[in-house]
């Protein structure tokens, strides 16, 4: 485990607050199980699930020399959360 994600977790317990890791694997497969997705799809997705609160800053989806759009950040920070707190993979649509 990284330093900072060891601190990290350390600080969040240290202030009693429940800390998941979840890696970029276990994302990817609580949104797409055995297949192959991107994070545009996984951005897509929150989109649909929050229409009003993040649907409007869904970027276009990224080409080869287009570097990431600032906005994916929130896209994932909320897959992140919404997957911490799902019991079943693969259920949100």
Known sequence: MPLHTR???????????????ISKKQLQSFFFGEERGTKHEIAKKMANRFPEEIGDFLPPERQQWM????????FEAAAIAVASFQDEP???E
């Open 7 to 21: 601190r990290l977790t350390l600080l969040g317990k240290w202030h009693g607050v429940t800390v998941v890791l």
């Open 67 to 74: 570097s990431e759009n600032h906005f994916m950040q929130l």
């Open 90 to 92: 693969g259920r949100l």
